[in-house]
């Protein structure tokens, strides 16, 4: 896999990293940027953003392996993250993540065979009001059944 930003993105590079007092900060849009392009944040993919970001590459490193919102491998075209933290809990969070794992044979930070669809199982999202939730990529939906979400991954194929 060729791993370089575009002529377009690097210059989308350049605007964040004018957008800070120290050019740094601009590591996690540029990593989303990374992810976003590559689909996950492989070691040759990090070490091209500390390029890019004239940065250690430890420091890249240590950003993308804190926040779990970037991949540190392959996940699938849809990823599915399904909020079990307490009131996703207590309105059938864990039913809704027991359901897609078995449906689909994979478990947290796994993906099908062929792909098309990762698991993983979150903290709070930030619904409380609309639990049980679920996100699909950066798509969320709110008071998900077993059903809603088979109805919701059956119409991305």
């Known amino acids: 896999m060729d791993i370089n930003f575009t002529p377009d993105e690097l210059a989308e590079v350049?605007?964040?990293?004018?957008?800070?007092?120290e050019s740094k900060a601009a590591i996690m849009p540029v990593?989303?940027?990374?992810?976003?392009?590559?689909?996950w944040l492989s070691?040759?993919?990090?070490?091209?953003?500390?390029e890019v970001m004239e940065?250690?590459?430890?420091?890249?490193?240590?950003?993308?392996t804190f926040y779990t919102m970037y991949f540190k491998k392959p996940m699938?075209?849809?990823?599915?993250?399904?909020?079990?933290?307490?009131s996703c809990m207590l309105r059938g969070g864990e039913e809704i993540y027991d359901h897609v794992s078995h449906k689909y044979g994979?478990?947290?930070?796994e993906h099908t065979s062929d792909g098309l669809i990762s698991l993983e199982e979150v903290e709070c999202m930030g619904a409380c009001g609309g639990a049980p939730?679920?996100?699909?990529?950066?798509?969320?939906?709110?008071?998900?059944?077993?059903?809603?979400?088979?109805?919701?991954?059956?119409?991305?194929?």
């Open 14 to 21: 350049r605007r964040l990293k004018a957008q800070y007092p």
């Open 31 to 39: 990593l989303w940027m990374a992810q976003k392009k590559f689909g």
């Open 43 to 50: 070691d040759d993919v990090m070490k091209y953003v500390a």
């Open 55 to 64: 940065l250690p590459q430890s420091h890249v490193l240590g950003v993308a």
């Open 76 to 86: 699938g075209k849809f990823h599915v993250q399904v909020c079990t933290n307490v």
């Open 106 to 109: 994979i478990k947290h930070n």
């Open 133 to 157: 939730m679920i996100a699909i990529n950066e798509d969320f939906h709110e008071n998900v059944t077993p059903a809603l979400v088979d109805e919701l991954l059956t119409a991305l194929r």
